[in-house]
């Protein structure tokens, strides 16, 4: 196999990996977000519910606590996937380089120049920490909210 073949196979893998490890890491976020969908119904139907204030603050309690679990989950799921697609990266900064030099092209750096492209502040590294940090905040403000009539009625007694 000559190096341009063997160069030309490698950019091929290096993107499929890319695509694939990507393409997983989004899929993961909606269902986040389907999920946190399905626990913010709940913290809504608490809320405009007529339940004892037992039942209300077990119910806040294992919701918030389910949220934040799931959160730590999704959270930890994307941190690997942030591992895989910059491994990704790394070999397609390489083998772009090295198809850049094979044709006397340097318009193959594309990974490296979508890189430089955008602001730190909109990238999707910065943006869905900060999702799941939210949450985990709205999560636990809402068990709080949920235990607070219970908490106070126990210390009035």
Not at 49 to 68: C, E, F, K, P, W
Not at 104 to 113: A, H, K, P, R
Request: charge should be positive; glycine fraction near 8%; charged fraction near 15%.
């Amino acid at each position: 196999m000559s190096k341009e073949d063997s160069i030309k196979l490698a950019l091929e893998h290096s993107r499929a990996l890319f695509v694939y490890h990507a393409g997983q890491r989004i899929l993961s976020l909606n269902y986040y977000f389907v999920a946190i969908a399905v626990f913010l119904s709940g913290f809504g139907f608490l809320a405009a519910s007529s339940l004892t204030t037992n039942s209300r603050a077990v119910i806040g309690l294992v919701l918030s606590t389910a949220g934040i679990f799931l959160t730590s989950c999704f959270k930890g799921l994307d941190r690997r996937n942030v591992q895989l697609v910059d491994c990704n990266k790394q070999l397609l900064k390489y083998v772009e380089g090295e198809m850049a030099i094979l044709v006397s092209c340097d318009e193959w750096n594309i990974t490296v120049s979508a890189d430089d492209a955008q602001p730190r502040h909109w990238r999707y590294g910065f943006i869905v920490p900060r999702i799941f940090t939210m949450y985990m905040l709205l999560s636990g403000a809402g068990g709080l909210f949920a235990i607070w009539p219970w908490a106070t009625q126990q210390l009035c007694r």
